[in-house]
């Protein structure tokens, strides 16, 4: 079976996601962890207080592509409805550790 390509739209280099709908309470984040670890990827995810999921995250290419394509369907019991993509600014890149994480709730 082929595997599907990823879109162009994503930037080369680190993303900084948004998620919106049905996110929290539902695994998500543990989730995310899971799959950012089984695909290489390092970074962080965090509960935001407007009910978002919010991720910053890098590897290779193909890492990238495949947590993104994740982050839009998300875990069983979720229901994303909008995911914002932008390349993660300088502040961002420099919290990406050397593992994927979990970050305490931010308050927006």
Known sequence: MPVAQPRQEYHDGPLRVL???R???VGFRES???EAMRLGARGWVRNRTDTTVEAVFDGNPT???SLLA???RGPDGARV???EV???NAAEIASIGAQFTRLPT???
Do not use: F, K, L
């Open 106 to 108: 931010a308050r927006v």
């Open 86 to 88: 932008r390349a993660a």
């Open 19 to 21: 998620i919106h709908g």
């Open 32 to 34: 995310m962890i899971y």
């Open 23 to 25: 996110v929290q309470g």
């Open 70 to 72: 994740w982050a839009r």
């Open 63 to 65: 890492a990238r592509a």
């Open 81 to 83: 409805t909008e995911v």
